[in-house]
């Protein structure tokens, strides 16, 4: 079992920066992929980005050259998401997810999310 808890959400002016964390504690396979998805009211869950535990990065085509995801293999394996250049429609929930196979066996963890809000 993998814990995630996710930090840094909150309500930003169009043009500001957040960032967000997601830290990780349990039973975490040292090959993994961390993502973060957002979900906007009436919308379905968008993935954002994701990053390998090799350090290799994707990005949805609306936040490239916007949004950075990083990593810090620690103990605490924690996932940043800075977000520059927030614009309204970058409001939703921001999920963080863990992902990784073990065995032939895909497992998925999620966190609680955390609510990002761009409005002046």
């Known amino acids: 079992q993998v814990r995630l808890v996710e930090s840094g959400g909150g309500l930003v002016q169009p043009g500001g920066s957040l960032r967000l964390a997601c830290a990780a504690s349990?039973?975490?396979?040292?090959?993994?992929?961390r993502a973060w998805y957002r979900q906007a009211p009436g919308k379905e869950r968008e993935l954002v980005a994701t990053i390998t535990s090799g350090g290799n990065t994707n990005y949805t085509d609306s936040v490239k050259g916007q949004f950075t995801i990083t990593r810090d293999n620690t103990r605490s394996a924690t996932v940043y998401l800075q977000m520059n250049s927030l614009k309204p429609e970058d409001t939703a929930a921001y999920y963080c997810?863990?992902?990784?196979?073990?065995?032939?066996?895909?497992?998925?963890?999620w966190g609680q999310g955390t609510q990002v809000t761009v409005s002046s």
């Open positions: 997810n863990h992902h990784q196979r073990i065995g032939g066996v895909d497992y998925d963890y």
């Open positions: 349990g039973g975490i396979f040292q090959i993994n992929t």
